[in-house]
C-alpha cells in the first residue's frame, strides 16, 4: 500500500508482533493478557486508520502531526510493556549472571566502584544531566529536522523507532534489572542471598543531593520498566541521534557525541546499568542504525499522494 513506508510497517509490524507473542506465550504470567491483546490489535486498526485519513486529507494540520509523530507518542507504552510481559519465557531476572560477567572483565564491579571514586556532587550531576539528555537528543533531534526539512526528519523517526524495536523486543525475552536490582528501596525485588556481593556501596549524600540526580530518581520511579537494560537503550538511541546530527546537523554534531560519551559514562556512574549493557548498546546502534537505513531506503518513502515526498536517506 503506498501510503504506508517503513515506519508504519515497522510499528505495525512491532505491534501485530507482541499481540502474538502474548497469545502464544503468556500462560500465568501476564495478567490481563486478553485486555493487552485487544488494546494491540485497537492500536493496529487506529494507526492505519490514521494513515488513510492523512493521505486523504492531507491539508488537515492535526492529521499531519498525528501522523508524523505517532511512534513517538507509542515508544513510553511500549516501553511500559515489556515489564509487564517479560517473565513469559523466563522467570526472576538475569542479573546475577550479568553483574558477574562485568567483575570476570574487569575485576570489579565498574556500576559500584565508579560513583564510589568519584562521589563529587560536580561529577555526579555531569553524569546525571548527560543522562537525562537522553530525552532531550530524542525530541530535540527530532524537532530541529522536523522544523528543518521534513524528508530528513521521516528518515529520523524511521531508524529511531525500528532500533526502539528491536531494544524492546530483546527486553521482553532476556529481562536484565540493571545494577539498582541490589538496591531494594529501589528495586522491589529480593535476589538470592547467594548472588547479593559482600559489599553493596550506598548511593553518597553528595550525590543524592544533586537536583539532576532527583529528576531522575523520579523518572524512574514513575516511567522505568523492570527488566528492560540489556541491550542499554539509551547507549543505543544516543548514539543513533548522534549519527543524525553528523548526518544532518553538523553544527552540534561535536557537543552532541560529547554528550553522548557522557551519558555512555553514566549509565554505569548512576548504577542503571551493567557495562556489558553500555557495550550491547554500542552494539545495537552498530548493527541496526544499517540496517535501518537500508530497510528506509527500500521501504521508507511515501509518494506524494501520501503527503511525504519521495526521499532516500
Known amino acids: 500500500m503506498k501510503r504506508y513506508a517503513f515506519i508504519d510497517y515497522a510499528t505495525q509490524g512491532y505491534t501485530a508482533m ?8 503468556h500462560g500465568d504470567a501476564v495478567q490481563n493478557w486478553g485486555w493487552l491483546v485487544g488494546a494491540h490489535v485497537l492500536c493496529l486498526v487506529l494507526v492505519h486508520c490514521l494513515i488513510c485519513a492523512s493521505a486523504a486529507r492531507p491539508a488537515n494540520k492535526v492529521l499531519d502531526f498525528l501522523r508524523n509523530f505517532y511512534p513517538v507518542l507509542l515508544y513510553t507504552g511500549f516501553y511500559r510493556e515489556t515489564g509487564s510481559l ?4 523466563y ?4 542479573d546475577p549472571t550479568f553483574f558477574r560477567l562485568d567483575e570476570w572483565i574487569f575485576g570489579f564491579a565498574p556500576s559500584f566502584k565508579f560513583m564510589d571514586t568519584f562521589p563529587q556532587m560536580l561529577v555526579s550531576e555531569m553524569f546525571y544531566f548527560s543522562y537525562f539528555s537522553y530525552y532531550l537528543m530524542i525530541v530535540g533531534v527530532g524537532l530541529a529536522l522536523f522544523l528543518r526539512e521534513r524528508r530528513q526528519f521521516y528518515h529520523y523517526v524511521s531508524v529511531v523507532s525500528f532500533v526502539f524495536y528491536v531494544c524492546y523486543t530483546i527486553y521482553i525475552f532476556l529481562p536484565v534489572v540493571g545494577p539498582r536490582i541490589f538496591y531494594r528501596e529501589l528495586v522491589d525485588f529480593d535476589l538470592p542471598p547467594d548472588v547479593i556481593p559482600a559489599d553493596v556501596p550506598i548511593f553518597p549524600a553528595s550525590v543524592q543531593a544533586g537536583p539532576f540526580y532527583k529528576i531522575m530518581h523520579v523518572i524512574y ?3 522505568e520498566s523492570p527488566g528492560a537494560a540489556f541491550p542499554s537503550s539509551h547507549v543505543a538511541i544516543a548514539l543513533v ?5 553528523f548526518k544532518y546537523l553538523r553544527k552540534i554534531r561535536w557537543v552532541h557525541l560529547v554528550l553522548a560519551i557522557l551519558l555512555c559514562l553514566s549509565t ?4 542503571y546499568h551493567y557495562a556489558v549493557d553500555v557495550a550491547a548498546g554500542a552494539l545495537t546502534a552498530g548493527l541496526m542504525l544499517p ?6 531506503a527500500r521501504y521508507g518513502m511515501r509518494t506524494q499522494k501520501g503527503n511525504v515526498p519521495v526521499s532516500s536517506p
Open 91 to 94: 522467570t526472576g531476572y538475569v
Open 86 to 89: 517479560n517473565q513469559m519465557v
Open 241 to 245: 541521534t548522534v549519527y543524525f546530527s
Open 268 to 271: 554505569v556512574y548512576g548504577r
Open 291 to 296: 540496517l535501518g537505513n537500508w530497510l528506509y
Open 18 to 25: 507482541v499481540a502474538v507473542i502474548i497469545l502464544a506465550l
Open 221 to 223: 520511579e514513575r516511567f
